[in-house]
């Protein structure tokens, strides 16, 4: 069996300024949270660091080289759509995607209750079964920009094998 393993990391800011009624995108889930996160896209830096992973798999560069943020077609888009792009890429390349580990960085806001759904989320837009996808996060007990709440990073690990031949 032919296997192949990627890395991706990712960090958005928060906006200065609380808004009443604010959410983050998460996995594509959308999440409450005082503050917006600043992007050109939706800001999903989870998706961000999963594409960068299946994308460093195999050596494919990463997310900005795919899809440029000076490019105005990517602006505000969905970053699910980003990584089913990607997905169909790995596939299409023939390797199939044997499992993800993602972990959220960040103080605030509390990913805990919404890890099934972005698993789901996650899941559905790969096409492969929940167990395959872990999501945990963590604080950083106050420490460096996270801990701040200036901004949230992520980072995935994703591991690939060479898909069955008929
Ligand atoms: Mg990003």
């Avoid at 503050?35 to 800001?43: E, I, K, P, T, W």
């Avoid at 990463?62 to 759509?81: A, E, K, V, W």
């Amino acid at each position: 069996m032919q296997l192949r393993i990627g890395n991706g990391y990712d960090v958005h800011r928060f906006a200065e300024t609380e808004e009443p009624c604010a959410s983050i995108t998460i996995g594509g889930v959308s999440i409450a949270s005082k503050r917006r996160l600043l992007a050109h896209s939706d800001g999903d830096v989870l998706v961000h660091a999963l594409c960068d992973a299946l994308l460093g798999a195999l050596a494919l560069g990463d997310i900005g080289r795919h899809f440029p943020d000076t490019d105005p077609q990517y602006r505000g888009i969905r970053s699910l759509l980003l990584l089913q792009l990607v997905m169909k890429q790995v596939r299409d390349l023939g390797w199939d995607m044997v499992n993800a580990d993602i972990t959220l960085v960040a103080q605030e806001p509390r990913f805990a209750p919404h890890e099934l759904a972005i698993r789901q989320s996650l899941a559905t837009t790969l096409g492969v079964e929940i167990d395959q996808i872990s999501v945990k996060a963590t604080t950083t007990e106050g420490l460096g920009f996270a801990g701040r709440k200036e901004g949230i990073a992520c980072q995935a690990v994703a591991l690939l094998q060479r898909q069955a031949r008929a």
